[in-house]
């Protein structure tokens, strides 16, 4: 049986910056809190605890006094920025510069008094982040169905979370567009009497997996999905996965994996969300070829 790691899973840059800035820290220091779960993997974040780092609640701010917090990946809203400077915190941010630019794009539109939907998961920590650069006042939305929660009479901006997938945004910018003509009772899109703006703000580098992923899903008789539980960006590639093949199994360790799964297989894939480690799934790898070894 040939077990093969997906030469295009793993890290994204964004997380690879974060982790690399952390190390850093963490070998001048030995010390460093991360303000909520560096990354959705807790084999990463405890090998990472194992090196000095310790993960943080916005609660435990006041109590900080002898080392650094990192601002992670997703992000936080100008308040966490804010509350860190009254309390004499040193801030190391590591926040992506996808996400960043988003904050940015978010912001120039509600100083124009915008509408601003994203499109994306309301307690995920990447929009909690966005939505704070307005001030609390952006509607967050997941579905089509959702767009009915709209005033359509406003000026609108839609954007993303980087992390969520294409097809869906699309569908929500059509339906915006179509209910804001039937609205307006316009024939075209160009006749508006609202100005509306789609940004696709969707991470190329994620959203690029979507076929390299469904090409190796279809080449493998079964396909192991790492990723941790807490994930968004792991779901959304495990559905792509499965959509392919339904011999698609998600694990988040070596622990979960089940003997049964390999019978009369010729070939297994590994693949792994954008923040799951190499190292993972290296070390899965050499577990699946132990369970067949011990099978055989």
């Known amino acids: 049986m040939k077990v093969t790691v997906d030469p295009n899973s793993g890290f994204c840059w964004g997380v690879v910056r974060t982790i690399e800035i952390a190390e850093q820290e963490l070998r001048e220091s030995k010390k460093l809190y991360s303000l909520g779960d560096i990354i959705h993997n807790p084999l990463e974040i405890e090998r990472l605890g194992e090196e000095g780092l310790k993960t943080i609640s916005h609660a435990d701010l006041e109590n900080i006094k002898d080392a650094k ?15 860190a400077k009254e309390l004499g915190i040193e801030l190391i941010d590591a926040t992506c510069p996808v996400v ?5 794009r978010i912001r120039k539109f509600y100083d124009k008094e915008y509408q601003i939907v994203i499109f994306g ?3 995920h920590a990447e929009v909690i982040g966005l939505v704070g650069h307005t001030n609390g006042t952006a509607i967050v939305i997941k579905s089509v169905e959702e767009v009915s929660k709209l005033d359509l009479t406003r000026n609108t901006v839609l954007f993303s979370q980087t992390t969520m997938d294409k097809a869906t945004f699309y569908a929500i910018r059509d339906e915006i567009r179509s209910k804001i003509k039937a609205e307006f009772e316009v024939g ?4 508006m009497a609202i100005d509306f703006h789609a940004k696709d703000t969707i991470c190329g580098q994620v959203s690029g997996r979507d076929k390299k992923l469904r090409e190796f899903s279809r080449s493998n008789d079964v396909l192991i999905f790492v990723a941790g539980k807490k994930s968004s960006n792991g779901k959304v590639l495990f ?3 499965r959509e392919e093949n339904p011999r698609t199994y998600f694990v988040e360790d070596e622990n979960e994996l089940q003997p049964e799964w390999f019978e009369n297989v010729e070939t297994v894939g590994i693949s792994g969300a954008t923040s799951t480690p190499q190292w993972l799934m290296e070390r899965i790898k ?3 070829e132990e369970i067949v070894h011990v099978r055989a």
Not at 100 to 104: A, L, P
């Open 121 to 123: 998961k309301k307690d």
């Open 69 to 83: 917090v990192l601002i992670r990946a997703h992000g936080e809203p100008p308040e966490t920025y804010r509350r």
């Open 188 to 191: 075209t899109f160009e006749e």
């Open 100 to 104: 960043t630019k988003v904050q940015e």
């Open 286 to 288: 050499s577990s699946i």
């Open 239 to 241: 559905e792509i996965a």
